[in-house]
Each structure stands twice: as C-alpha cells, then as structure tokens.
C-alpha cells in the first residue's frame, strides 16, 4: 500500500471469505470467517465451529486468534483483523469476541467487518468494546 499498510480491506475481507467457507454450522448455518494479520504480514484464518451443546461454539475471531497464539504470534503485535459474514449490514463481532482481542490486540488495531454484498465498516478495538475490564484492573 502507499501509505506503508501491508493490507487492504478487500484483500483481507476475501481471505476471510475463504476462512467462512470452511465454518462448522449445522445448528445456526450461519458461517462466519475471520483473519488476523500479525507483524510480518502472514494471515491466521478461523471460522466458526459449533457444537451441538451449543455453548462449547467457538466464533471465527476467536478461532482465529487462538491459532494465531498457538501458532506462536505474540499478544498486541497484530496488525489488522477482518470478519465476514452473511449479514444485511456489515457483521459486528461478539462481546466474548470483543473481550478477546483487548485481551490479544492492541488497542488501536483496526477491525475490518463486513458482509457477503461487499460493505464493510472499519473500528478499532476499542471502540469495539470501551471500558473493558482488563488486566491492569486485576493488580
Ligand atoms: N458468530 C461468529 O463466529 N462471529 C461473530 O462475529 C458473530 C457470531 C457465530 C457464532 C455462531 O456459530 C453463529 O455465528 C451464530 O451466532
């Protein structure tokens, strides 16, 4: 990009696109997929995975933050985050999702949220979710 961004939103909601194909969702069929963008510009996909104890889903953001984690990416250095979905409006993450990525991202890594018809919107984590109870409120 010119203005020095690894990523465009198009090129991440697609690669998300890609990630929701492979969503688990015999109880909702409403897939979902999600990429995280970490320091060196590799993405970590996830989709959503269900369960029929319905409580044990995993939503695509977090499925795709914790491979990232697992795959060895380091908390806060993540550069951008894309979710996609089938929704009239561009798709809004989860409030256990929300809690998540203040856990795991920066504050200001922008989250791009879009939809099937090519709309998306563009928020940072905190504005995702204000006031969140983090780990500075635990010492
Ligand atoms: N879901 C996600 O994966 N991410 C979101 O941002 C919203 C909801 C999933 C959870 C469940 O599998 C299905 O969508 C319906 O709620």
């Avoid at 929701?20 to 109880?27: D, E, K, L, N, T």
């Avoid at 409403?30 to 995280?36: K, R």
């Avoid at 044990?56 to 993540?78: H, S, V």
């Amino acid at each position: 990009m010119a203005d020095g961004r690894q990523w465009s939103a198009e090129q991440l909601l697609e690669a998300a696109k890609q990630a929701r194909s492979r969503a688990y969702v015999p109880y909702s069929n409403f897939g979902v997929g999600a990429v995280f963008m970490d320091a060196d510009g590799h993405l970590h996909a996830g989709c959503n995975v269900e369960n029929a104890a319905y409580g044990p889903t995993n939503c695509a953001e977090r499925t795709a933050l914790f491979r990232a984690i697992a795959d060895g990416c380091k908390a806060g250095e993540f550069q951008v985050a894309a979710v996609i979905g089938d929704t009239d409006t561009p798709i809004t993450p989860c409030g256990v999702c929300r809690q998540v990525m203040v856990e795991l991202c920066a504050p200001d890594m922008p989250v791009v949220m879009g939809n099937m018809r090519g709309e998306y919107r563009i928020a940072t984590v905190s504005e995702l979710l204000p006031g969140a109870f983090t780990q500075k409120d635990l010492t």
